[in-house]
């Protein structure tokens, strides 16, 4: 068997930490759904809205070792045409995640 590595440039992955997202649990505003969940959906759907050529996957994740308190990590991942291979933000789940999606596709556009 021949193991083949397939590298396709426009291809990223953003990661939301689950961990962190579960220490929303006792928060009113995250019954329905985990602030990790939360802040996938808003992301996914801001993302999905204006790519620029990039296909980006949000999923969530475990632990990135950032634990912030009061925010969830959130990591940018396999853009491969960039100078930094990970990039990573903290981010309020209460807040727009419209924010942080700009910030990702400014950067993606960049490269």
Do not use: Y
């Amino acid at each position: 068997m021949t193991l083949k590595l397939v590298r396709k440039s426009q291809h990223a992955h953003v990661l939301v930490c689950r961990s962190c997202g579960d220490a929303f649990a006792s928060d009113e505003t995250f019954r329905a759904v985990t602030a990790s969940a939360h802040v996938k959906k808003n992301l996914e759907s801001e993302l999905l809205n204006g790519r620029d050529g990039w296909q980006v996957r949000v999923v969530e994740s475990g632990c990135l070792d950032i634990c912030p308190v009061g925010a969830i990590s959130v990591r940018l991942v396999g853009a491969e045409n960039t100078e930094s291979k990970t990039l990573t933000w903290t981010i309020d789940p209460k807040s727009d995640a419209g924010a942080l999606a700009t910030e990702i596709q400014q950067f993606l556009r960049r490269k």
